[in-house]
């Protein structure tokens, strides 16, 4: 059955990219919704949020072959009713912290330096309420 579905992929500078991801959508004929493009300046990631009306098997795949796209980071896939109830999260944090943080969300590293690291998550409001709390308890904790 066919139903309304939004991928939001992040990914680093490259040129050619919306070329890469807009020409697995043609391939395959899927009408495009929408399809826009947003830089995300503290961590130097472009997110991609696409929209468009498919089957979930060929959604699937579709988001199997972005993924394997070599500057292609994380692909999420979420349904109309996901997009109401889930969040995708981009956290910046030292390396020091990521194991207290890392462990109240299933988190996947999408870029590690040396002195920090990046996360993405797709999760529940109530979720990230309970990261803030415990940001802040840190926070706190690190000031005395």
């Known amino acids: 059955m ?11 500078k490259q040129e050619g990219l919306i070329n890469k991801v807009a020409f697995i959508l043609t391939r395959r004929k899927t009408n495009i ?3 826009s493009v947003f830089f ?18 060929a959604v699937q ?12 980071f994380k692909c999420y896939l ?7 109830t889930h969040q995708i999260l981009l956290l910046k944090f030292p390396n020091s912290d990521e194991k207290q943080i890392t462990s109240i969300i299933n988190a996947f590293p999408i870029i590690q330096e040396t002195d920090y690291c990046v996360y993405t998550s797709k999760t529940h ?8 709390t415990k940001i802040a308890e840190l926070e706190l904790t690190s000031s005395f």
């Open 40 to 57: 995300c300046k503290t961590v130097n990631l472009y997110r991609f949020t696409i929209t468009f009306i498919e089957t979930e098997l």
């Open 125 to 132: 409001k109530e979720t990230i309420h309970q990261l803030a």
């Open 61 to 72: 795949n579709i988001v199997c072959q972005m993924e394997r796209i070599i500057e292609v």
């Open 78 to 84: 979420q349904t109309e009713a996901e997009l109401s």
């Open 2 to 12: 066919r139903q309304e579905f939004t991928i939001t992929l992040f990914s680093e």
């Open 33 to 35: 919704n929408n399809f």
